[in-house]
């Protein structure tokens, strides 16, 4: 049985973690997998590869942040893992595991060892960050480029980016979207969904005219702080809720941000919800205000539970969304443009329903787990037979 390791930063339960466990869950009858994280995070995403029964390994130095010592203790025992493991792919996703383990594969290749190198990623240098720090990043992932055989890329955003950066691998790119398993998701009724919102905000859900709702990691890059800003200026003339579902480094700013505008009766942040999914169905409209983005699950969430989403034009988002159909794309960092688009739902309820029939049906189209496993499966079998010309590059 051929064998893959993968390798990510955090702990947490984020998207790329999302896309590991489902991958591991449905190849390991095909493939003998190994998952390597690192220690930074809440540990979720361990928990649930060990409940899976996933084989992996979490590695002490691997931290998000720049710590030269760490890091090349970090090196030494992923070159380890990789001659222990005897990998036929090494699959790196997350920019710090992509860094850190295109230097200790290439230091495993010096000592003999022969795999294919993936590097999957939505680039950090499209986040928002100062100019030469921006340019830092661009010119480490040209130089490591070069050692990396494949570069998947979940959206064409992404894809254009590297190319346009010069960033070149090997063989090639190959764009796979994400895929979510439509038929395990489980939402609750509306009713019940408000009545365990009710219980987190203590408010009587029913007295707004609308709930807007999202999940998310509490960083910069969610945008939060335009959502914000966009209730407060709504609620000067309707009655709406926002219900934001997560956690973060960001939480004290985002909380001094809503007691400054006078918003704590209409946004209610409840912090991270096992299983948050199951509640989004108590929302009327899925909010995403990313200012930087990949492929965000959230999104393929709030789609098969039947919601409109309003959403800016960062990473995959324009080619998940029919804009006018399925939800409405907005630019970035644009209060104004979150402003115009919930008042326009409050102004035409009836396309609530009908943005959120299309939503559903253009996820059970085109983005589905069997998919995105298809897709895989068909790249990992042409790596595997040292076969790159079955491979249609992107």
């Known amino acids: 049985m051929k064998k893959i390791l993968f390798m990510v930063t955090q702990s947490e339960f984020g998207g790329g973690q999302r896309f590991l466990y489902n991958l591991n869950l449905n190849i390991r009858t095909e493939y003998e997998t190994y998952i390597c994280v690192g220690s930074d995070g809440n540990q979720e995403f361990v928990q649930a590869i060990e ?8 590695i002490p130095h691997l931290k998000r942040a720049i710590r030269p010592l760490d890091d090349i203790r970090c090196i030494i025992e992923m070159v380890q893992i990789i001659r222990s493991f005897s ?4 699959f790196l996703t997350s920019s710090k595991a992509g860094v850190l383990g295109t230097i200790a594969s290439c230091l495993a290749r010096v000592c003999g060892k022969k795999f294919s190198l993936v590097y999957r990623i939505d680039w950090a240098f499209n986040d928002p960050r100062p100019e030469k720090e921006r340019k830092m990043y661009i ?9 990396r ?15 346009n950066n010069n960033i070149l691998p090997k063989h090639g790119f190959k764009l796979i979207h994400n895929g979510i398993d439509i038929q395990t998701m489980h939402f609750l009724s509306q009713a019940d969904a408000r009545t365990f919102f009710q219980t987190k905000c203590s408010v009587d859900l029913r007295s707004f005219d609308l709930i807007i709702g999202n999940t998310a990691n509490f960083y910069p890059t969610k945008g939060l702080t335009y959502m914000i800003e966009a209730v407060a200026e709504i609620i000067k003339t309707k009655n709406i809720a926002c219900i934001i579902m997560g956690d973060g480094p960001d939480r004290p700013q985002l909380e001094n941000l809503i007691h400054e505008k006078g918003c704590e009766k209409n946004i209610f942040l409840i912090g991270q919800i096992p299983h948050a999914s ?41 080619e998940i969304i029919e804009n006018g159909k399925s939800g409405y794309i907005i630019e970035p960092a644009r209060t104004e443009q979150i402003t115009e688009r919930i008042h326009w739902f409050l102004e035409h309820r009836y396309a609530v329903r009908i ?16 998919k995105m496993l298809e897709n895989y499966s068909s790249l990992f079998n042409a790596i595997s037979e040292n076969n790159f010309s079955k491979i249609h590059f992107d």
């Not at 409940?51 to 979490?58: G, V």
């Not at 009327?284 to 965000?296: M, N």
């Not at 943005?355 to 069997?370: D, I, M, P, W, Y």
């Open 278 to 318: 199951q509640y989004i169905s108590g929302f009327d409209l899925f909010a995403f205000t990313s200012v930087k983005e990949g492929f965000p699950w959230a999104i393929l969430e709030a789609m098969c539970a039947g919601l409109p989403i309003i959403a800016t034009r960062v990473g995959a988002i324009p």
């Open 87 to 90: 990998p036929d792919i090494v």
């Open 139 to 147: 010119w480490i992932e040209r130089f490591l480029s070069r050692f």
């Open 355 to 370: 943005c959120g029939e299309n939503a559903k049906q253009r996820v059970s189209e085109h983005f589905t787990l069997q």
């Open 51 to 58: 409940k899976a029964s996933i084989r992996h390994k979490i």
């Open 149 to 163: 055989d494949i570069i998947i890329q979940n959206d064409l955003f992404d894809l254009e980016s590297a190319k």
